[in-house]
């Protein structure tokens, strides 16, 4: 049984997310079907994370058992020959057996889009968030630097977010325009906490809109208070950028 | 009754394109429950024509007759706050009960996206046409300009296309990238029969894949024969872009 570990694009837009639930449409659900359909196997296909509803994938990783050792360059065109347009394998390659596409990973890079003080675009909708009030990109530049470090991100926790440690090593934190009124806030730490991103994101707004200080940041790391964070970031915005392992 | 001008911008991914159908969702009937829902009244919104199904538009043009007189800015965003957000208005004008969106356009212009020689996105699915083949852009663009002029377009009527005269004059008709794999071809036309453009995208694909000669398009306008014709090209990668008036 060689394990292989896939590097996936989605549109997470018509899907309820990455992790397999009954009698919905999931990224998860969805590959385990298309191995089933080739291989007549069913397999668990295991995520180097859950991404939610809505939430979009570059570079999403994952690890597979199958039955056979396939070429990479088959094995992704007959993955892809099975699975909609909106979920793209990019690569497969063949990993080790202690290889895991959750544990084994000691990097993972989001990016978050906004389009600012425009018109909001018909086109944009499920792949932006679209304000219509200007924001300050410097303050909340200044205040996505206040997260590099580890620190405990309990503030930024959503409910029921699991039993895991709060405590994340971030790495890169900022704002940047990638277009004269689309910004982009990228993030990469060790590991994140569910909506951890979003909640990020959430302040980032308040921030940027002059509703919040930039102080609010080192506030919310320095009490773990969640009343003091904003409403978190709707998903259509996000996107799991890359995966890195050692 | 003031008659309004409204120019929209739609995303036709969910739509069974612009023509009212009971029982399905289509722009002109989105927009006829917006208007009865904001003002108690069943009105008819004249389209500059229509648009199948999947078919974008940046810049749509419509006339409705209202029974009260609204400010431009308050009636687009009246209108907006009750369209999904996959139709937007973009502007609203007050204009003379001779304007009639159909009847008084002059000028029309359409682009089709065409992705080619790249791994097909699944961001782009719904925006473009994917072809995994390169193209010989010369080739089209060659044959793109054989258009250009007053022409008997008959071999690219669609059947059930109806019974108006199949001539039609072309402005502009070329073929450029856009950026490194994307591929933009430009028409302008005084009108359009129905599935001309995709009939003309899909003799262009295959001139430009090489399995057809820049001159099977002076070959289409002389005979009308459609069985010269390549299949048409898919919804998707269509937009209108704008309608010009007098």
Chains 1, 2 share one sequence.
Not at 31 to 47: H, M, P, W
Not at 80 to 94: A, F
Request: charged fraction near 20%; proline fraction near 4%.
């Amino acid at each position: 049984m060689p394990r292989y570990k896939l590097t996936l694009a989605y549109d997470g837009t018509c899907y309820h997310g990455w992790q397999r639930q009954v009698g919905k449409r999931t990224i998860q659900g969805t590959l385990e079907e298309a191995i089933l359909d080739l291989f007549g196997n069913r397999v668990k296909v295991v995520g180097s994370g859950r991404t939610d509803a809505r939430v979009h994938a570059l570079g999403q990783a994952a690890h597979v058992d199958l039955s056979l050792f396939i070429h990479s360059p088959d094995l992704c065109a007959a993955l892809n020959s099975r699975l909609p347009g909106d979920i793209r394998v990019r690569e497969t390659e063949v990993v080790p057996k202690t290889f895991h596409a959750r544990y084994s990973a000691v990097k993972r890079a989001y990016c978050y889009l906004i389009r600012a003080a425009v018109e909001p675009s018909p086109f944009l909708r499920n792949y932006t968030h679209q304000v219509r009030f200007p924001l300050d990109s410097d303050a909340m530049n200044k205040a996505a630097a206040i997260l590099v470090g580890t620190h405990d991100f309990s503030a930024f926790r959503s409910t029921g977010g699991g039993n895991t440690l709060p405590t994340r090593k971030v790495f890169n934190s900022e704002v940047f325009f990638i277009s004269r009124h689309t910004l982009c806030y990228f993030i990469t730490a060790d590991a994140f906490l569910r909506k951890m991103v979003r909640g990020i994101v959430g302040t980032l707004l308040e921030i940027g809109a002059g509703k919040a200080d930039v102080s609010v940041m080192s506030r919310l790391l320095n009490t773990g208070d969640r009343t003091l964070m904003a409403t978190v970031a709707p998903p259509q915005g996000l996107y799991l950028v890359a995966v890195s392992y050692a």
